[in-house]
Structures are given as C-alpha cells and as structure tokens.
C-alpha cells in the first residue's frame, strides 16, 4: 500500500462516509430523539409490550411474556363499578417497554409526570405491574403505575376484568409479524392522500417505544392502522381470517385457518377436511350456502390475532 | 469441495474456494427465484396451496427476498472477488482456505438463516428480517472474511496500481460491514419508535447503495475490458462514479419513508440526493458503453458481453426511475404500489443479476479451464431471463400505476386487487420463466464442469468456439 494516492484515497474516503452518516444519523438522531411520546405512543408501548419481532422472551412469536390491554368496569381491590377504563396488565415475568425502562423516551414532561406521580420506577418485573395512561388535567399524559399507586395488582385486575374484557393485542401484534400480516397491510396511511379512506396518518411522536414499528412498504390489500374504527365486527373478522373469500370473493388474502388450532370454542376438533371439501361444493354451486366457520377457542392464536386487529381503532 | 476445508492453504489449488462460491451461487438462484414464482402464484391464485403454516405467503416472501440477496448476488460477490481481486493484483488469493471456509460458513449461515425465517422467527424489519443472532452470524462469519480475504489480496498485490475494479471490491466489504453494524443496532440495542423505522430503511438503502450496486458495477468494469480487450475508456470517469457513489448514494435513506412523520429536512435532504444518483449511473453507464467501441458485434456474439451490456443498458430506466420516483411530486402517487416491486426487481432481477451471471459464466469457465458446454442452453438462459424479466416489470408496472390511481381516486380497495388480477399472472408467468431458465443454467454449469472442452494453458474461454 506504499503508494501516496491510497493514502490521500483513503483519507478522502474516511471524509465522505464519515460525512455522509455525519448528515443521515448523527443529526437526525437529535431531531428523533428530541420528540416527546404522545398518548397514541403510550398506550401502544403499553398494549404491545417491549417486543414483538423476536425477542429472548418470545424466540418463536408465539406470544410469550406478553402484556393485556383490559377493559375494567370495575375496581380490582372493592369491587365497586366505575367509570370504564382501560389498564395494561404485565404478568410476572413479562418485560417492560420503552417508556418504562427508559423514562427519557416519554419526553421531559412525561418523564416528570410518570416519576413523580406515576411511580413507575417502582414497576418490578419480578412482581409485574399495572400501569395505565393518566392525564394531568392539561393534555400532559403520563403513565401511572397502577400496582403502586394503588395497589393493583395483575391477577386480581384480570380477575375483575373478566376473559371477554381481555384483549391479547400484544400477542396479535407479535402474529402479525410472524404471518407476514405486513407484507401486504400497511401500517401507515400516507401524509398526502390517505386520510379520506385509511384514517389520519400517524403523527411524530405515535411512535416512541414501539419496537418493531412495521410500516410495511409492499401495500397489496387496504392499510389497517385504523382497521376496528371502519369495521368494529368480531364476527366478519372470523369468517374473513377462516377463509377471506367467504366475505369477500375477489380477496387475495391467504387462509388464517390454521390459527384456530386442533380445537374449536367447545373442545370439539375441527374437521378441516371436510370443512374445505364442503367449501369447494360452495364455491362450484353445488351447496347453497358454505360450511359453518367454527368458533374459535379463547386460548387459540387467532383470538390474539382478532384482538390486535379489534384494538387498531 | 469440502475436503479443502481441513487442507493445508498451499495444497488448495488456486481458484477452487471461486468454483464452491460460484456454485453455490447458482443453486441459491435457482432456489431463490423458484421461491418467488411459487409465492408470485400465491398472489394470482390465492387458494393455490393452503391451509398450511410453512408454505403461507407471509412465511415465505421473505425467504424469497433474503435468498437472493444473500444467496445469489452476495455468493456471485464472493465468486467474483476470489478470482477477480488476485487476477487484477497479478498474485493469488490471499487464502484459499479462508475463501472456501467462508463459502461454506456462508452456505451453513444462510441456510439456518432462512430456516429461523421460515419458522416465523423475524425481527419484523424489512431486509433485515433475520433476529439479531443471525444478523451477528452474517457480519462475523460471512461479510467480515470476505472483506479480509480481500483486502489482504489488495495489500498483497504486484502491481503499483488498483484497477478500479478493486476499489469498489475494497470499499464494498468494508462498507457492508459497516452497514450491517449500524443498520441493525435497533435490534442489537432495542432502539425504538422512528428510530427504529428510519434505521430499517438506512440499511435496506445502504446495503443497495453501498454493497449491491457498486459490486456489480465494479464486475462489470472487469468483465468487458477482459473479454473485449478494449481498455476501460476512462479511469477519470472510474473516480468519478467511485466517489459520487460514497457521497451520494449513502445519502438518501429517508426517501423510502416519504410518507412517514420524519424530520422534512432529512425528507428534502434524502431526496436531492436521490437525483444526485444520477451522477454515477450515468457516469458507469457511459463508461462501459464506450469501452465497447469497436467490438459491438461481441454484444451478439459472446454470452459473457451479451449478459453484461443488458445488466448496463438496464441500469438506464432503473436509475431514471430511482432517482425520481423518490421525488415528493412523484412519490406519492407510486409509494407503496407495485410500481416499487417493479423498480426492485429491475435493479436486482435487471441490472444486478445480469451483470454477476456474466462473471459467474466468464470466471467458472476461466477457473475450471473448461469451455461452455452449450451455447443453445446459454442462449435459453439469457432469453428466459429477459423475457421473464420484462414481462414481470412491464407486468408490475403497469399494476403499480392501476393502485396508484386507486389510491388517489380513492377506490374501494377491492376494486384494485380486481383489476391488478392478470398482471398478477403475468407477474406469476415471469417469475417462473426467470425460474426454468435458472434451472437449465445449473444444468449447463454442471455439464461444463464434467463435460466442457478442455480448454488450453494461456487462453481465454472466448477464444474457443462453442461446440454445442
């Protein structure tokens, strides 16, 4: 390498690549890492947990270690009705998402907020936690550690809560990125033409703490970020994950029909067989109406996979 | 193969680890494309093989992806660099033993890669889809080696000089390592929210950028000059495409995240610099193009010159199209659409593989010693090749357009799934077009290895005549 040009050369070069990620990492960086959480940002940390690509917790997306958004009518410690609200319950065991773990992901006001009188860092993953996502009065939101301030705790909030009250999303979310969801539904209305159909496109700071984000960037089917506010029925969404032809023809969507596992809602086994030998006698006119879609067990992937979809509002 | 992996490094004869990455090269083609027709029928016939998990779209889409990136084009890379990288230095590789252990831990890595992947395993980033411990596996145990291997060829060198061809083999292992370094710290580090989106699509630019395009350009500065016998027209214009290459083309990342809420300046910013492209494609268009003055006849004549100019000519609409597609007056109309899926493929189906089947063909036969074993099967191949090829971009395209209309008129999305139905078969027809033709690439190789007409100490592969 004795030779003065490649020494020049690799100064030179040292300088344009040093520059360039000078200008495409280090400062965007400090414009990214400026943006404070809003409250779209933390409820999503807070219902989709720390992960849900892969992750030690969770290596075959199966669900492990994952957080529930629940639905509470009622106080978990007196049993008294009120004002319906939500609370995300962290098991034992479950990680933390951003905003918990590292509070300067919140924003500064938030950070304040959520320490002070959130105490979230009082959150132990070796007990578990609730926490929910709390106003100040002035459109400050903060989380608030529901198992500190007021002595929730997990189980005794799913137990008020009830199964019908429970949303999996997290799990769903970790699903949709195993099946590939995103290659084809986008979650990402565009800023230029997409509000009239798909919804309001997502602002800076929705995304603080969520890992992976999952824009996706192949959109071949409508952008879901708002799915459950144009279609908020569970039931088409069953017949539409069974077999999406069954309600609308013209689909291209693969079948989800292996995500109902061995079993329906009654422990009976799902013939599929003859469930598909019945649909294809449907579809060539030989049956006037299609097989019964079977209901799905509460502990099957596909009610995560449901309860994700449900949660997209 | 595999019994030089326990050789002592001077018992390897020179040039085998370039047979076992060539090889393995090819076959990763064959399985990579055969992939994508497969889920390309998927797309035009949705009932086409259901009901299970492991053969679903979602499951195998990114197979496709990861199969031919690092399969096919980074293993053709390697096959290059092993021969090209010591011919140009007039020395021998600096470690065959390196070079065939990296072919394998290659294939080994790849191949438990794509099975996590397949499994379901993904960190739900596009083109860093593997988890963080496979991406690990690929920078320590595949790019790192090969990036040693060739800078120590380079450093080792007899000549005063380094052929352009060599500087882009230099930088380019060196800046894919770097790359994947920093285009998978959100994973390595759980970085989130933005970050996390815009470091996504920094590494999926920058492994284009910085590793793909400047690679198989630099073949091609190798392939026309050796086999023509012209000189390459202009060194200066070599500089120029280098350099304009590490400034303008790690710039841009941002312009695949037009529609999403990033800072407006880095968005502006990103997408001066993607016209700024222009500069080396048309500097390295030119100068190849003119490197063929006076022996256009080869263009027909010699597969290796038939396969490269293509790969160039190509590189005309694909750089026309990237550099102002990501441009805010057009991106919004095509983001997101078929229209990408079109523009992907005619870089990497296109220009790229085009460019790296020439060397493939023209190092095999050189390194072997052995001619071509059929010319007709060679024809077949560059045929099918194109025509697949044209008929899945023409085909994608014009989808891409029908679901930009869709998106602005505000369709109901139904309608557009509808109306891109036959592209999608066409779509389909091409891919598995792209897929037979591979098929009968591996074939001809192989009987070139076994059967192919010795060819004589000191001569070129295109001196001989073909036989068949």
Known sequence: MNFREYKIGSRFFALALGGSMTITLFMPSLDIGSVSATDIAMDKQLWAGHESGFSLEDPLLLGWHKPYKVLLKADPKTGQPMEPTYAYVYEKGTPFPGGILHPDNLGAAAKKLSIEKGHILEANKNVGAVFMVKSDGQKQYYIENASATMGWTPEGVLKTAGDENIAHAAAGKSLFVREGCWWCHTLLPEQTQDWQVFGAPPMLGDFNGESPTAFGSDRKAPDILHVASRNASKEWMMLHFFNPRLVQPHSIMPRFDYLWGPVDANGKKIDFAKWRAEYNEYRDGKRITPPEVPMYASNSEIRNLIDFVMNLK | ?468
Request: charged share 10%; aromatic share 16%; proline share 4%.
């Open chain 2, 1 to 468: 193969m595999l019994k030089y992996l326990m050789a002592r490094n001077e018992d390897i004869p020179p040039g085998s680890s370039a047979v076992y990455w060539g090889f393995s090269s090819i076959v990763w083609f064959v399985i990579g494309t055969g992939l994508g027709a497969f889920n390309a029928a998927k797309l035009a016939f949705p009932d086409f093989v259901t009901g299970l998990e492991f053969l679903s779209f979602g499951h195998m889409r990114q197979v496709h992806v990861m199969a031919v990136i690092f399969g096919w084009i980074s293993m053709a890379f390697g096959m290059a660099m092993m021969y090209i990288t010591p011919a140009l230095g007039n020395t021998k590789l600096w470690s065959e033993k390196l070079g065939i252990w990296n072919a394998f831990l290659w294939n080994v890595g790849l191949s438990l890669g794509l099975t996590v992947l397949w499994w379901g395993m993904n960190s739900g980033r596009e083109y860093s889809d593997f988890p963080w411990f496979i991406d690990l596996y690929i920078l320590c145990f595949m790019c790192i080696p090969l990036g040693i291997n060739v800078w120590m060829t380079i450093i080792h060198r007899k000549t005063q000089g380094i052929y352009t061809t060599n500087w882009f083999f230099a930088a380019g292992t060196f800046m894919i390592s770097i790359v994947l370094i920093v285009g998978n710290l959100p994973e390595y580090f759980h970085l989130t929210g933005l970050t996390e989106a815009y470091l996504t699509w920094w590494n999926a630019h920058n492994i284009l950028g910085l590793w793909i395009t400047p690679v198989a350009a630099a073949i091609a500065y190798y392939t026309i000059p050796k086999v023509t016998g012209n000189p390459l027209y202009s060194h200066r214009i070599g500089h120029l495409h280098f350099w304009s290459v590490v400034v303008f083309y790690s710039t841009p990342a941002a312009h695949h995240l037009m529609s999403a809420p990033l800072p407006e300046w880095l968005k502006s910013f990103a997408s001066v610099e993607g016209v700024l492209i222009l500069v080396p494609a048309i500097a390295f268009v030119s100068n190849i193009l003119m490197t063929m003055q006076g022996k256009w006849n080869m263009f027909v004549e010699n597969l290796e010159i038939r396969f490269t100019v293509t790969g160039c000519l190509m590189a005309i609409p694909l750089n026309m199209q990237g550099g102002f597609q990501q441009t805010r007056a057009i991106n919004w109309y095509i983001h997101g659409t078929g229209w990408i899926v079109a523009h992907a493929h005619l870089a990497l189906l296109g220009f790229s593989t085009f460019l790296e089947a020439a060397a493939v063909y023209l190092g095999l036969q050189t390194i072997m010693k052995r001619k071509l074993w059929s010319l007709t099967l060679g024809n077949i191949h560059f045929w099918f090749l194109l025509i697949g090829f044209t008929t899945y971009w023409v085909s994608m395209t014009i989808a891409g357009l029908i679901q930009g209309a869709g998106k602005i008129y505000e369709v109901p999305y139904i309608d557009v799934v509808i109306a891109e139905h036959p592209y999608m078969i066409a779509r389909w027809l091409g891919g598995s077009l792209v897929f037979t033709g591979n098929c009968f690439w591996l074939f001809n190789m192989w009987m070139t290895a076994r059967a192919g007409t010795v060819i004589p100490q000191g001569r070129m592969p295109h001196e001989l005549a073909y036989e068949r």
